[in-house]
Antibody, heavy 122, light 107 residues
């Protein structure tokens, strides 16, 4: 059964870079042609798609975040990662990684990781 | 961006009630719509995709309908475990967007 697990610092200072990793178990990133995604949810608010990465490394980002986002994949570790630069309090959110249900970029997500809360504060 | 508008933002209902939630897209999205259920402190769970296809393992009391711009999620007989927040999501474009959510509360 495929499982995803986010990891990274829970507290980031304003203007610094948020870095998270999603570790995939129960399946191989490199052997499956999926677009692995990052989604976030500010406390008490709705969901926002951040971006997705193909197993080969092609990336697609939300234009509202594109200038600050980098998503990368490390197939040797079966992980993909998110970096968000120049963070502000508005970037405080639960960050989820997820895999879509089929092989296209425009897609729906299942399964999801459990999520990790990142707070931006000095 | 395709904007997704859900209504109502919250609904109070009793166990056994039929509950209907709607989602409207700012432009036509064919059947590129999904519904998720989210409970406090948990990740969203996919219920319905392609507007009306039930995800594996999801109870049949959940159903989805619609196409184009107007969509509906129906819970035919509300169960205690169904009290949660529900989100729609469009996948018509590469810029994936979600609705604002509908909270189903106990009456």
């Amino acid at each position: 059964q495929l499982q995803l697990q986010e990891s990274g610092p829970g507290l980031v200072k304003p203007s610094e870079t948020l870095s998270l990793t999603c570790t995939v178990s129960g399946g191989s990133i490199s052997s499956s042609s999926y677009y692995w995604g990052w989604i976030r949810q500010p406390p008490g608010k709705g969901l926002e798609w951040i971006g997705s990465i193909y197993y080969s490394g092609s990336t697609y980002y939300n234009p509202s975040l594109k200038s600050r986002v980098t998503i990368s994949v490390d197939t040797s570790k079966n992980q993909f990662s998110l970096k968000l630069s120049s963070v502000t309090a508005a970037d405080t959110a639960v960050y989820y990684c997820a895999r879509p249900i089929n092989h296209s970029l425009n897609n729906w997500f299942d399964p999801w990781g459990q999520g990790t809360l990142v707070t931006v504060s000095s | 961006d395709i904007q997704m508008t859900q209504s109502p933002s919250s609904v109070s209902a009793s166990v056994g009630d039929r509950v209907t939630i709607t989602c409207r897209a700012s432009q036509g999205i064919s059947s590129w719509l999904a519904w998720y259920q989210q409970k406090p402190g948990k990740a969203p769970k996919l219920l319905i995709y392609a507007a009306s296809s039930l995800q594996s393992g999801v109870p049949s009391r959940f159903s989805g309908s619609g196409s184009g711009t107007d969509f509906t999620l129906t819970i035919s007989s509300l169960q205690p475990e169904d009290f949660a927040t529900y989100y729609c999501q469009q996948a018509n474009s590469f810029l994936l967007t979600f609705g604002g959510g509908t909270k189903v509360e106990i009456k």
